[in-house]
């Protein structure tokens, strides 16, 4: 007969489960997935131990993947669309202006702001970073500028992409998981992200001016735009699908029949445009896009495509089928229960929200724990004390969401560490937007008056209703 697990089972699952990730990622260097699902297995043991049967654990699992299928659903078209903007032109399309806007002057300053913007665009930061992130950091170097400067000023750009654009994966999963709308996120998230990037402007202007280049040329951006007009038909034109698909949730246009609508009108772009047979298109919608261009080039213009995102997407099955054991067998809710019991009003329970999120990007190596957890243990809290849930996902974004970035085990932080040859722990001081946010929102909190179940912050920094 299945019971309670008590508490010590449920903190061996969490601590074994992930020791079993930093191993793996650190020293056996393995896809995340497969601390995943040692720690699947771990907790199904357990649960097995404490009286729960196999096929109820595996309706679980099965319940945690099936409402999270959208996400999964959106990940994939994620993945074929930026595989069809590679092969039509439009990545080419706006690495080509980001790099007329290039200022050596400000050179710290522009790096962020180009990665900002692509970042938006391309909606994922491990996007960014294999492609305007290398080039950045490649020319930076070649200028005299430090490399650890450059690339966090990218990783900070590359991750507001993924806590804001709209067709971010993060931010799907987080409205998803937080039963809010993408399209009001999208808005309602810059009432933090404003301060957010007005910061990391100031931020990367003064420690920019302190640096100084001994290069005086561009050479290398302009070796990439010499070739991206040798390969494709470059014209403002191909600004527009981008464009557009960010103009969706100002219209309401539900994320799934945007990057629908997207799909297509790029797809239309690249037949006629770029003059890319269907064939072709296809290929590179599945496999990414593969130029024939040199190779020291190709890390920067291929890839995309459905499969590029694979080992995020058995990443997202893997989290989604463990999340579903830890609430059917309420195995986190125990381990926090006791932090649980002393909330008793709404700034409590933010604060302790951004503080359980960050915990679980450091002991969980991952960006989509952090969102994942926080919400199945909190979620019914929310809507006992009347916090409006847009609030809710709100500190997920600026907390693990934007933390994992300069966590030195996490996934989310080795990616552009690798991608772009700087250590963690040395660009780590420099991806400025990554502590600011927590931040900003801890202030936020703190002026906060709560007479009633209702929180509303001073200067109007958001409001529930």
Sequence with gaps: MKREIPYYQCLAVLIFMSASLLINIIFFKKPVYL????????????????GYKINQIFKMMYKGVFKN?????????????IGIWKVGGVIPAILYYSFGIINKNIFLLSSFIISTIVGLLMGTSSGTVSTVGIVLVGLGHSMGFPPKAIAGAVVSGAFFGDRSSPISGMLNVVSSLTETEVNNNFT??????????ISASIF???????????????????????????????????????????????FKVPIVYALMIAI???????IFHQNISFSELFKSSIFGYAPSIPKQYNTVLAGG?????????????????????????????TIAKPFLRGIKEPKSLQLFTIAFSISS?????????????????????????????????????????MVSAI???????????IFMGVSVLDFMPYAFLSYIMPIITLVGIFLTTSKTNNTKLKGDLWINK
């Design 35 to 50: 601390g995943l699902i040692i720690g699947i297995v771990t907790a199904f043991i357990i649960s097995i131990i404490n």
């Design 69 to 81: 299928i959208k996400i999964i659903l959106i990940y994939s078209m994620i993945g074929i669309l």
């Design 188 to 197: 309602y998230l810059w009432r933090t992200m404003s301060f957010g990037i």
């Design 204 to 250: 990367y202007a003064v420690v920019g001016l302190q640096i100084k280049g001994v290069g005086t040329g561009l050479d290398l951006a302009q070796e990439y735009k010499s070739l991206i007009i040798d390969v494709f038909e470059i014209s403002p034109w191909l600004m527009l699908p981008p464009i557009i698909l960010i103009c969706f949730p100002i």
């Design 264 to 270: 297509a009108f790029s797809s239309s772009f690249a």
């Design 305 to 333: 495509g459905l499969l590029s995102l694979k080992t995020m997407l058995i990443v997202l099955i893997c989290a989604t089928a463990l999340n579903g054991i830890f609430e059917g067998t309420k195995m986190i809710t």
């Design 361 to 401: 990007a450091v002991f969980l190596c991952n960006q989509l724990m952090s969102v994942i957890v926080p919400v199945g243990v909190l979620k019914e809290k929310y809507k006992k004390m009347g916090i409006d849930n847009k609030v809710f996902a709100l500190l997920i974004s600026d907390s693990g969401v």
């Design 407 to 417: 966590i030195p085990w996490s996934v989310a932080a080795l990616t552009p560490s």
